[in-house]
């Protein structure tokens, strides 16, 4: 089972007042060209399609784009919510899209009953659990463990958790999860950069531990633009595709490609991505400046 990690396409954004339509086009046309090429079984996309809840007529153009290219290649697309997306406006016609294989996930489980998202691949080893987990206050399922009676802690970390135990995980099985959360180790916190920090919640009160994730073969994560492991090297941030502030002038933004065999082996690659124009930081004169820039 070999499938693309994307997230934090931030569709619609722009860099110091400048429109990044053209770039973005030309880093999701790449995107696509390696579906061609490559043919994963299944693209997952990590949450932040949209750089702001409600998006431009211009910003659902494009992203309307780049998923018809990619139902044209009869590969399922998995898409979450991220904490930028309206999950009502993300998840229109959802029902409607499953029929061409894309499959949407726009809310936490809200209700008695309700469970999170799950699509279910096969391969010549079996199935393979994707669990589709959208971005996550403790607020939006609190109503919901307590009409359980689920005793919690009432924290990102606690109610994530919570929610999690409600589902019941074949461990046979190969498991993958996709959410867009703030998640640290014991190794320490994510690196982050300035297009993040805006929404990181001060004092790290949003942090849930990676631990939550053990029982998953793969995590496929997105809020975090660097691409990083969180903890072990199966469950990792795969960063945003282009360059969205001066603070990410040197990351090597790629397609995360994880390839899955039997139970227990999982390999991870990636192809790079070239950002046109580059983010560059310069420093010197007015003068010296535009020299060094042409």
């Known amino acids: 089972m ?3 990690h994307l997230s934090d396409l931030h569709i619609g954004r722009q ?7 053209e770039n973005q086009e030309r880093v999701l046309a790449q995107i696509t060209e390696y579906a061609g090429v490559y043919r994963p079984d299944a693209i997952l996309i990590c949450g932040d399609v949209y ?31 991220g904490n930028h997306d309206s999950p009502e406006r993300l998840g229109f016609a959802g029902p409607l899209l499953e029929k061409g ?9 809200s209700k008695e009953g309700e469970h999170l998202k799950k699509v279910t691949l096969k391969d010549r080893w079996g199935n393979v659990n994707f669990y589709l987990f959208p971005f ?20 990102y970390d606690g109610a994530f958790r919570a929610v999690l135990e409600r589902e019941t995980i074949d461990t046979s099985e190969r498991n993958v999860i996709l959410c867009h959360q703030f998640f640290t ?17 001060a004092g790290g009160l949003d942090a849930i531990g990676s631990s939550a994730l053990d029982l998953f073969d793969y995590a496929a994560l997105g809020h975090i633009h660097g691409p990083q492991k969180a903890g072990r090297e199966t469950v990792r941030y795969c960063g945003s595709p282009y360059k969205y502030s001066v603070s990410e002038e040197r990351h090597r933004k790629a397609v995360t ?10 390999k991870i690659e990636s192809l790079p991505l070239e950002c046109v124009p580059e983010v560059r930081r310069l420093r010197g004169t007015l003068t010296e400046v535009l020299a060094m820039a042409d």
């Open 51 to 81: 750089d702001k809840s409600i998006p431009s007529g211009e910003a659902f153009s494009m992203f309307g784009h780049f998923l018809e290219q990619i139902s044209e290649t009869g590969i399922p697309a998995l898409i979450i919510a």
């Open 185 to 201: 180790s014991s190794s320490g916190d994510p690196e982050t950069c300035e297009s993040e920090t805006a929404v990181l919640t």
């Open 101 to 109: 294989r894309i499959f949407l996930s726009s809310f936490p489980p």
């Open 136 to 155: 996550m206050k403790p607020g939006y399922v609190r109503p919901l463990l307590r009409a359980e009676g689920r005793e919690y802690e009432d924290t």
């Open 2 to 4: 070999k499938f693309f």
């Open 15 to 21: 860099l110091n007042g400048w429109s990044l339509k």
């Open 257 to 266: 490609v994880v390839t899955m065999e039997k139970k227990g082996v999982v």
